[in-house]
């Protein structure tokens, strides 16, 4: 496949009209659009639509009135269920378009990008199941009451979602918010728009009532910050960088709101002298490189204990320089291009404070010059050895296909440099040894640990971080917390005492 060759179903999707508010695509308000680029050509394919504050009012307004009106809110949750089902099965229908959407507009790999349209549809075919779950409690309670605890549906939600993963995480995000009966306004990353708007629609004709869910493009400035500041927003759901984060929890905090953000992380994965080399070297490998490293639980800090280091980061510089960096639709691709011009200079001037501080390259860097490496936005699987706790390299997000690599001697060492970030998002650890296996889930400070494994999220299970990562959890029954609220009912049996009886 090349971009040149549209997959059926694809070109319907391409050049959207509008956002899509109230059940209708609609303009924006001053009739601007924002480029859509390849990352792996530069060239400029599409456009979206540039919201802003009137946009988002708009959306907002509508969502309101739908949750108000309750064909979704108090819907049956069982009806729920089955168009969340039917919401699935159009996303299943439109994969392959879907996929070379995201291809396009992400610089993934064609095969990660099917990956991540299946994975959304698993995503919402699990809420749907989960739909009509959604329990309370009933009780009797002191003074011959009967107590009635019951989960009802938050309201508005406003979810702002990023360009890594644009619609797997975004269905993180709006279908459990939709399996709970709330209306949702969502913001994808002004990058990555495409498959969000046409997950809309799907939306629309697969059953999801007008104003149910809304979608509205922009950037963070012009959309993301009135939806974060709109009073009328009662949850707000936020993935995205640290720096984002704390603007967006400022703004819910003078609201008085509830918040729900999953940041960024410097993941650590720990390789234990007991562990196999070729299984943990394999998954090291793919805990930094898969999405270009573009991850944010990616496993971008090695530790290696002493007696293996040499052996094993050796056996991952083959690996790294073996991956197929390849243009992104060619099903042999195994690494795409990065984002964006901007982020891949970011990523490049990492690299180079990494070598300034004492690092050692030993592969990877800007590819070479020519074929398809000419145009768009590239940087190779690299590795960085010798990485000290000090290193920027090692405490800050690089957010690209770069691993650091940093010895240790003891497990106690290896725990504390695990710990030693303000990120706690993801964390792996590689070994034979039941008792390390244990003392690692125990002793890291990370909301996800991975045992002899790296990467794998499914939905069943929670997702979100500590520390500076964030707070609140996708995925699993636990991401219904953040789109419920309870709500107690006392109900007495027995007559009314007349507290103020003469």
Known sequence: MDHATIPAGAARFLHPKGHVIDGQVVPPTRGATLPVEDPATGEIFAHIPAGDAEDID?????????????????????HRGRVLWAFARAIREEAEALAWLETRDSGKPIAEARADITGTAEILEY?????????????????????????????????????????????????????????????????????????????LAAGVPPGVFNVVCGTGADAGAPLSTHRDVDVLAFTGGVVTGRKVLHARADLLRPTQLELGGKSPNIVFDDADLERASAGAAFGIFYNQGENCNAGSRLLVQAGIY???????????????????????????????????????????VGVAEGATLLCGGPPPQGEHFARGHWYLPTVLANVAPEHRVFQEEIFGPVVTVTKFERDDEAIALANATEFGLAAGAWTSSVQRALRCTQELQSGYVW????????????????????????????????????KTVLWTLAPFDDWYRQ
Not at 58 to 78: E, I, K, M, N, Y
Not at 147 to 171: C, D, H, K, S
Not at 341 to 349: G, N, P, Q, S, T
């Open 310 to 352: 040499d052996r094993f980061v050796a056996r991952l510089v083959e690996r790294a320089r073996a991956i197929r960096v390849l243009p992104p639709l060619d099903e042999r691709c195994q690494m795409g291009a990065l984002i964006s011009e901007r982020h891949a200079r970011k990523v490049a001037d990492y690299v180079d």
């Open 127 to 203: 809420y749907a199941g989960l739909a009509s779950q959604i329990a309370g409690q009933t009780m009797r309670a002191p003074g011959n009451n009967y107590a009635m605890v019951m989960r009802e549906p938050a309201g508005v939600v406003g979810q702002i979602t990023p360009w890594n993963f644009p619609l797997y995480v975004g269905a993180w995000k709006f279908a459990p918010a939709l399996c709970c009966g709330c209306s949702v306004v969502l913001k994808p990353s002004e990058l990555t728009s495409l498959t969000m708007l046409a997950a809309a629609e799907l939306a």
């Open 451 to 486: 045992i002899n494994n790296y990467n794998p999220t499914p939905v069943e299970v929670p997702f979100g971080g500590v520390k500076s990562s964030g707070f609140g959890r996708d995925c699993g029954p636990q991401a219904i917390e953040t789109y419920t609220t309870w």
């Open 58 to 78: 708009r959306a907002v307004r509508a969502a309101r009135a739908s949750f108000v009106a309750g064909t979704w809110s108090r819907a049956d949750p069982a």
